[in-house]
């Protein structure tokens, strides 16, 4: 299956011009699309994808974080056709159910950790922390303690595009457009070493990051404060991987103030960081798990929440209806579908590979790409990783001089990368990726080269517009 068939191909052209005129895209400029022409996907196969004009690509990110057992795998369109034949949708609501919902509900109470037995399911990862941010709240009704109604976010969070996910979100692009958002959500900054580090050792700055969330708690009053929400590792902000001594601490704060801990696992469920949740890598035991992506590897969208003991218990005790719930909760095709991909997962053993044997191997590679000029820090963590691009190296990562926010260096790389057939995301100067969780040593080898290859030529870019210090022309 290396070679696209050609059987395959469409007008490029035809289908750019369709796309700018009646395609909004999400998150996208539609002036800039419509300049520049859409990239037209037209297939998928293991860790690859193909154009419509035939080129290879290497999908670096697992489409957008979510394609974790790779492209084209049969079985799962077997799994979908086969639910579609037998009931393709019935609803969860009025005292009614499906067989799919129910075998996967019970699945990812047998993944999570122990304190998890029930399971709500969503369209979503937006839903997904809609869903929390409606759960938290009613718990803490039902707890009558209805005051406590803040939940404590982070900046540079992605919690989704809808109206809560945005606000829980500390995106301030998306802050910026489209307000007002949800009121009683406050944001701390995120354990980002690189950013707020200097002058400390990795394991204080973890502690005194953690301690933000302490001093926030104080300003708005703990009684006030009902949950703080995070996601294992920043993942659209940039990668953002704390340090070792960051959750426990968090932990221990939500516990000294009785504050529902809330881990967004969207991106780091289903073996991203190396473990069917990123919350067991952390060491925390969250009372609340959002998930989405990788629960179907993207191929059908579902979302939903884990709802530990300490809420479902309140919530199925005494709580009475609860006002809340999508058309597609427990969608039997997305959960059909769901069923598969754990079943591929379990049988190919891949979150045990991504936390002893990929993992590491991604993790030396990355170190390694540390030896080029432009990267002057990167860093991996289960399969996501991360190379900041910087304009010359200091003596410790801090005393690195990045580069002019106009130069634009991360988009410029991330041409390069397309153009070397690698996806990977700029987010600022920093380049990400989240690959496939297939992927082999060879793969992460091929993948690795063609970065390098990449970065040579955003080099080369940044040498021939004098845009880097003399010393580094030689
Ligand atoms: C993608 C993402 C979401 C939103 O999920 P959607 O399915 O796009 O609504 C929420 N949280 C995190 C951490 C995500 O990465």
């Known amino acids: 299956m290396d070679e696209f068939d050609s059987s395959n191909t469409v007008d490029t052209k035809t289908i750019q011009a369709l796309d700018a005129a009646h ?64 009931l393709p949708f019935y609803n969860s609501f009025f005292n009614t159910t499906n067989v799919p919902a129910v075998m996967l509900a019970a699945k990812l109470v047998e993944l999570a950790p122990a304190n998890f037995n029930r399971v709500f399911f969503t369209g979503s990862g937006s839903e997904a922390n809609d869903t929390i941010v409606r759960m938290v709240r009613r718990y803490w009704e039902l707890m009558a303690e209805p005051e406590r109604h803040i939940i404590i976010s982070r900046t540079n969070a992605y919690h989704g595009s809808t109206i809560a996910g945005v606000s829980l979100g500390g995106m301030a692009g998306m802050h910026a457009q489209g307000g007002p958002l949800v009121p009683g959500i406050v944001h701390i900054d995120q354990p980002s070493y690189l950013e707020h580090g200097h002058g400390m050792t990795e394991d204080d700055f973890g502690v005194a990051a953690a301690g933000w969330l302490e001093e926030r708690i104080k300003t708005v009053g703990p009684h006030n404060v009902a949950a703080f929400i995070a996601e294992p590792v920043q993942g659209a902000g940039g990668v953002i991987i704390p340090p070792t001594t960051y959750w426990p601490e968090i932990q221990r704060i939500c516990d000294k103030y009785g504050i529902l801990l809330v881990a967004d696992e969207v991106i780091c469920g289903f073996g991203r960081l190396g473990a069917w949740f990123g ?45 809340h719930g999508f058309t597609y909760s427990g969608h039997p095709v997305a959960c059909a579908a769901a069923l598969e991909n754990i ?63 106009d130069v634009g260096v991360g988009m410029m790389c991330r041409a390069h990368m397309f153009e070397a057939g690698i996806i990977m995301r700029a987010v600022g100067d920093r380049m990400i990726v989240a690959p496939p969780l297939v992927m082999t040593h060879e793969e992460i080898d091929e993948m690795v080269k063609r970065i390098a290859l990449a970065l040579d030529n955003t080099l080369a870019e940044l040498r021939s517009k004098a845009l880097l210090p003399v010393a580094a022309i030689a």
Not at 283 to 294: C, N, R, V, W
Not at 375 to 403: C, I, M, P, Q, W
């Open 343 to 405: 079943r591929i997962m379990e049988e190919e053993g891949l979150v045990a590979r991504v936390l002893d044997d990929t993992g590491p191997y991604l993790n030396a590679a990355f170190k390694r790409l540390i030896a080029h000029p432009l990267v002057g820090y990167a860093d991996s963590f289960g399969f996501v990783a991360g190379l900041n691009l910087v304009r010359s190296k200091g003596a410790t990562v801090h005393d690195n001089e990045v580069f002019d926010g």
């Open 279 to 323: 919350s067991e890598r952390m060491g925390i035991s969250p009372d609340l798990i959002a998930f989405a992506k990788g629960v179907t590897s993207g191929y059908i969208p579902l979302g939903g929440v884990l709802v530990g003991d300490r809420v479902a218990d309140v919530l199925t005790a005494r709580g009475g209806d609860f006002n």
């Open 23 to 86: 395609y909004l895209h999400p998150f996208t400029d539609p002036a800039a699309l419509a300049a520049s022409g859409a990239r037209v996907m037209v297939k998928g196969d293991g860790i690859w994808l193909w154009d419509s004009d035939g080129n290879r690509i290497l999908d670096g990110m697992s489409g957008l974080w979510c394609v974790n057992i790779g492209y084209g795998r049969q079985r799962m369109s077997d799994a979908v056709y086969q639910q579609m034949q037998i």
